[in-house]
């Protein structure tokens, strides 16, 4: 247990290094908190790009439209059919008078034009409403694939094509993310062990005044794994801060963006103490 003598030495020399060395500790934040931002802004694309993919997903169905001419009774009898296909949630009939009446209201001004018609081209079909594990590619897919072989079908429609590419979008944010957030790591644990390694250096003596009265590595170790640790707590915190400020200067302009919630503030800048303490115990190895 340490005294309260050690405590205050301890507490003292973790913040000793930003009054002696103001510049060198000044320099070491601002390139951290500078990769950080960098990371945090695609992190925030990546949660966008999730939440934008989320929100398509929903949207997704099949339209199914049969050939003209079926009988009423043929038309009904694929009803069963398509509620019993794994992943189709609901199906509902729409007949050639109820596709005009949609199609007139898309039109809106310009629905007059339809009364130039004769008839009315629009065939029956189904729409079919699916459930949320098969709103993705392979599975609209698969039901496709298995209703186009029925000879009552004359043409399957999905609104699945920008989705598909969505989610490529989406996986090349989420890999950009992870790639720069390995180099924002190792940059930032070079960084600080420098910095921590001239505060070790030119403490040289005084390390070794301490081992020779008695002094553990632990209680030597620890203001400089404090010092790292301090230094990463305020990068993150000026990485965050700056992304609050983007925020409250943009908040009008950016309207459905979705920003980190006080959770992930709060892990984003834990991760960045976690960043400062490998930096900090790297640097060590050569004097301890």
Known sequence: MLRAAQLRYLVRESFAGFSRRKLTTGVTILIMSSSLLVLAILTLATLNM????????????????????????????????????????????IS???????????????????DLLESNPLPASYHLTLTPGARNLDSVRAIQAEIAAWDEVAEIVYSQGWVDSLERWTFRFRMASLIVGLIV?????????????????????????????????????????????????????LAMGLILAGRTVLGDRLGGVVFFDPAQMAGFIGFCVVLGLVGAWSAMRKYL
Do not use: C
């Not at 050639?96 to 339809?114: H, Q």
């Open 50 to 93: 999730g939440n934008l993919l989320g929100q398509a997903r929903e949207g997704i169905d099949i339209r199914v439209f049969l050939h003209d001419g079926l009988a009423p009774g043929q038309e009904a009898a694929l009803q069963p059919r398509l509620v019993v296909i794994p992943g189709v949630k609901q199906v509902n009939w």
């Open 185 to 237: 790591f190792v940059a930032a644990v070079f960084v600080i062990s420098n910095t921590v390694k001239l505060t070790m250096a030119a403490s040289a003596r005084v390390i070794q005044i301490q081992k020779l009265v008695g002094a553990t590595n632990f209680f030597i170790r620890m203001p400089y794994l404090a010092e790292g640790m301090i230094q990463g707590f305020l990068a993150g915190a």
């Open 96 to 114: 050639p008078e109820t596709a005009l009446n949609e199609f007139r209201t898309s039109l809106g001004e310009d629905a007059g034009i339809l």
